[in-house]
């Protein structure tokens, strides 16, 4: 289950992936489709989050930021 860590609200804008910035701020790029080239970062909101290991952190469908306890599982692969 997710937990909300910043009440932000942001209204997303087609084409736009956003996401959380190594300096735990948010952040969205123009995303590349067809032929046409994406990039051009710019920040969208500061609230400087301190990340912990093993959990993954995004906007949610409100525009907050929410992280989540990361599942690992899976069957191991045979090293060769």
């Known amino acids: 289950m997710a937990e909300k860590l910043v009440?932000?609200?942001?209204k997303r804008q087609k084409g736009y992936l956003y996401f959380i910035d190594k300096q735990g701020d948010v952040?969205?790029?123009?995303?590349?489709?067809?032929k046409r080239?994406?990039?051009?970062?710019?920040?969208v909101a500061k609230c400087g989050i301190k990340r912990k290991?093993?959990?993954l952190?995004?906007?949610d469908k409100k525009?907050?930021?929410?992280c989540a306890k990361m599942k690992r599982g899976g069957k191991?692969?045979?090293?060769?």
């Open 7 to 10: 009440k932000l609200g942001i």
């Open 27 to 34: 952040s969205c790029a123009k995303m590349a489709r067809g």
């Open 37 to 43: 080239k994406g990039g051009g970062r710019k920040k």
């Open 53 to 55: 290991e093993g959990y």
């Open 57 to 59: 952190y995004f906007l």
């Open 63 to 66: 525009g907050d930021v929410s």
């Open 76 to 80: 191991k692969r045979k090293k060769r």
